[in-house]
């Protein structure tokens, strides 16, 4: 039975690396086909949102890697209520089919895995 | 107990020095590290060419030695140290590189290990998150 792992994401996708190399980390895992979930909190809720124009910024689009998580068997995506009504965003508006939680349920699924890495 | 430790931050960062210290609070209560992974600006900790002042820790440094003493299995994320520039000689010459400076006691190695060591450990220690 493999160990079941909770990656939460807290960067924003275009400030620094984080955001990438955290996906990776995601991806590699779906590859090996490990038992994992995301869950995007505070300013990674930013990660979300569509129609993001990363060339602006001279920057690869994270969008694509963003949906490639389903292809590679991550479908458990979790985002804080809390981080998206902060930053005054939508959650029927995001690019990403996320389950938008609580806090109290935040705590449960934090529970839930054998292993968290937050970054 | 069989431990793996994660390291994201820069030997300059607080958290770096606290990895270490806990790593040899754990061999010193008996317990096993199974494996060290640097990864994101954790990875600089494996560089051999940081010069610091004479009266300030040496970090990358302490890893090394520590590494060596009990012959530990230290890995760092290849795709974080390309892009930051810390290579090993088999790397710089594929990418044409004049230099390398991956520290003695580190391999570069895929995220693949990291997943790996999670899955056979006991417990995951991550250092130097946000």
Redesign the interface.
Known sequence: M??S?LIIC??SPWSS??AR?ML??AL??G??D?PLALLFL?DAVLQLLPEQQPSLLQQKDLTANLQALPLFGIEQLYAARRSLTERGLDELSLGLPVQVLDDPELKQLISQYD????? | MKFVIALYAPPQAPSSRRTLRFAEALLAGGHEITRLFLYQDGIYNAASTQVVPQDEVDLSHEWRQFIQRHQLEGVVCIAAALRRGVLDVPEAQRHARTASCLAEGWTLSGLGQLHEAIQQADRLICFGGP
């Open positions: 493999n160990r792992l807290r960067q690396l984080q190399e990776d980390i590699t895992g590859a090996f490990l505070d292993q968290v890495i937050t970054l």
